[in-house]
């Protein structure tokens, strides 16, 4: 039985396989008081125990954050490996926010069960008050935030209201 020079042998294929169980590590920590000894040696021992070959090591040391961006390893995104890393990266950046805003939704709506209001709070009827009459007395907006201490943008939303309560009171009586 003749073998087609087109075939690979069995032989061959390990070689190809070995030579595809290269990997690269890459070491992280977030301050400069960390070492990366720790994880060198336990992705070392991974790696060993899976018959991988350590191509390189990539060691962040401490270079985390927006100040020691000149300092981290460049991804090339000219070449497809470059790019697979590059979308690798951002697939995990996405999945890491969605996570981040998922923590910040569930804390705000355990504050919201306790009771917690938030944002700014709203104006006494006193000051209210007090906006709507310099209003009526035909101030403009921002003569009536001098004199109340109120935000000319709250004095617009309130002299808007009082228009939207006037438009009513016509439309009811027509």
Same mark, same amino acid.
């Given at each position: 039985?003749? @073998?087609?020079?087109?075939?690979?042998?069995?032989?061959?294929?390990?070689?190809?396989?070995?030579?595809?169980?290269r990997?690269?590590?890459?070491?992280?920590? &977030?301050?400069?008081?960390?070492?990366?000894?720790?994880?060198?040696?336990?992705?070392?021992?991974? $790696?060993?125990? &899976?018959?991988?070959?350590?191509?390189?090591?990539?060691?962040?040391?401490?270079?985390?954050?927006?100040?020691?961006?000149d300092?981290?390893? $460049?991804v090339?995104?000219?070449?497809?490996?470059?790019?697979?890393?590059?979308?690798?990266? $951002?697939?995990?950046?996405?999945f890491?926010?969605?996570?981040?805003?998922?923590?910040?939704?569930?804390?705000?709506? +355990?504050?919201?069960? +306790?009771?917690?209001?938030?944002?700014?709070?709203?104006?006494?009827?006193?000051?209210?008050?007090?906006?709507?009459?310099?209003?009526?007395?035909?101030? &403009?907006?921002?003569? @009536?935030?001098?004199?109340?201490? @109120?935000?000319?943008?709250?004095?617009? +939303?309130?002299?808007?209201?009082?228009?939207?309560?006037?438009?009513?009171?016509?439309?009811?009586?027509?």
């Open positions: 039985m003749a @073998v087609s020079p087109d075939l690979i042998d069995a032989r061959t294929i390990h070689e190809i396989v070995w030579e595809m169980k990997t690269g590590l890459y070491l992280r920590v &977030s301050q400069d008081s960390q070492t990366t000894e720790n994880q060198r040696r336990i992705l070392m021992e991974v $790696a060993e125990r &899976s018959g991988w070959t350590v191509v390189e090591v990539f060691e962040d040391a401490g270079f985390s954050g927006a100040k020691s961006r300092k981290r390893p $460049a090339d995104t000219s070449t497809p490996s470059g790019r697979m890393l590059f979308q690798m990266l $951002a697939v995990f950046s996405e890491e926010r969605a996570i981040i805003t998922s923590r910040i939704n569930a804390g705000l709506a +355990r504050a919201r069960a +306790r009771g917690v209001t938030f944002g700014r709070p709203n104006l006494s009827l006193k000051v209210r008050q007090k906006v709507q009459k310099a209003l009526a007395d035909g101030h &403009s907006i921002r003569q @009536v935030a001098k004199i109340t201490g @109120v935000s000319s943008a709250s004095v617009g +939303r309130i002299k808007r209201s009082m228009a939207t309560v006037e438009d009513r009171q016509e439309s009811v009586a027509a």
